[in-house]
């Protein structure tokens, strides 16, 4: 996490604190795991976020495949796969653009959306620490059908958790698209999808589980009703009275627990 390495001293504890400091004999975070594990992936999260000298520790590294520590030994670092995320241009990618890692769209438009992603880089860090770097990938923002599918697994999740209770999960998929819609949007993305889940579903089920009398082997329908979660659960095989003008379709779909 470089959020932890914005002060100009941070670096020492990557490489170790040189001699004559507190821990001097101690190995850096980054130099003493690289040692033991040189064939390895290293994740940069947030590199925008380090301070400016921790960016010249990587160009003896990304230039040379070497990084020196504090006591001057020398550490191989050529077999390692470096990747670094950062949040540069996000403010850029707006709801003009289609989603997803692979979108359809035309290639002037997505040349000219990178040309500005890239020179929005270049003015965040410099020159000689970009042509250091093999590839930039660029990842457009979620949307609705991305949203759908993480909700699936998390609903999946849950639904293993309640099977080691011996309950099983069904869930609509109008219950999908009410969390979707609570629980997703473009500025935050994903992350608060989970929370919706925690708060309208594992929650109340929770409380369910605990204050009644849950049949042995029983099945927890979910579906959205009236803009509301409703959890029913039943009985193993218990039959449902459907209306005529009912989507089958809707109430049997079912989120597969395993």
């Known amino acids: 996490d470089m959020s932890e390495y914005m002060e100009k001293h941070a ?111 270049r003015q965040t860090f410099r020159p000689e620490f970009l ?37 099983t999960l069904h869930a609509d998929d109008s219950a999908i698209d009410l969390l979707c819609k609570q629980g997703f949007n473009q500025t935050q993305g994903a992350r608060p999808l989970r929370r919706a889940i925690e708060r309208l579903l594992t929650v109340p089920l929770s409380l369910r589980i605990l204050l009644a009398n849950i049949p042995e082997h029983g099945e927890v329908h979910v579906q959205a009703i009236d803009g509301h979660l409703e959890i029913d659960i039943r009985e193993p095989g218990h039959a449902v009275m459907v209306e005529e003008d009912a989507d089958a379709e809707d109430i049997g779909a079912e989120v597969d627990a395993l």
């Not at 990557?14 to 190995?27: F, K, L, R, T």
């Not at 042509?131 to 599918?149: C, K, S, T, Y």
């Not at 293993?160 to 011996?166: C, F, I, M, P, S």
Request: hydrophobic share 40%.
């Open 131 to 167: 042509n250091r770097i093999d590839e930039v990938v660029i990842f457009h923002p979620l949307g609705q059908e991305q949203a759908r599918a993480i909700t699936r697994l998390q609903m999946n999740e849950l639904g293993a958790r309640l099977l080691e209770q011996g309950l």
């Open 11 to 121: 670096v020492s504890r990557m490489v170790g604190a040189p001699p004559g400091y507190i821990g001097h004999d101690q190995e850096g975070q980054l130099t003493g795991k690289l040692r033991r594990r040189p064939h390895c992936v290293v994740l940069l999260d947030e590199l925008e976020k380090a301070h400016p000298e921790v960016f010249d520790l990587f160009l003896q590294v990304f230039d040379a495949g070497r990084l020196t520590d504090a006591q001057g030994h020398t550490v191989d670092a050529q077999h390692a796969i470096w990747i670094m995320t950062s949040n540069v241009g996000t403010d850029m990618l707006g709801n003009s653009m289609p989603s997803g890692f692979r979108a359809n769209i035309k290639g002037t438009a997505e040349e000219m959306q990178r040309d500005r992603l890239l020179e929005r880089l």
